[in-house]
């Protein structure tokens, strides 16, 4: 995890509560800023990668504050081998509250861009890690 700023210019100041890190695993608490929030986040899953089943994490994030800077998150991945040395990374957020209305009303919209751009660098940095 703290590779994350390596490829994804949009993730900052990580760091972990409970000392489970660097490595996600069920139930880990962690910090990260991302889009300019400071985010607590706990891993709600994690299945390792196994032959012929795809790794997922998943996390629940969320920003404290009132109705006007609350924000609730849960990002999920998928990430599974396929034939060829391939891999396929499937990933989707949801988000609630304010800051993330706004943000999703922004054009171009920062969230997909900005989750499109950590998914580019994460393979990158696996092409990179593979040489």
Known sequence: MRAWPTYYRNAADIRFHDGS????SNGARFRFTTFGFPVEAQVTEHVPPAP???ARVAWHGWVEGDTETR???YHAWLIEDLPGNRVRI???ETQKGKPAAEL???K?????NGHQDW???LAQAALKAKR
């Open 104 to 106: 999703a009303r922004t």
């Open 71 to 73: 924000l609730d998150v």
């Open 52 to 54: 012929g089943q795809p």
């Open 90 to 92: 499937l990933t989707q």
């Open 21 to 24: 890190g660097p490595y996600l």
């Open 119 to 121: 998914i580019e660098g």
């Open 108 to 112: 171009p919209n920062p969230m997909i």
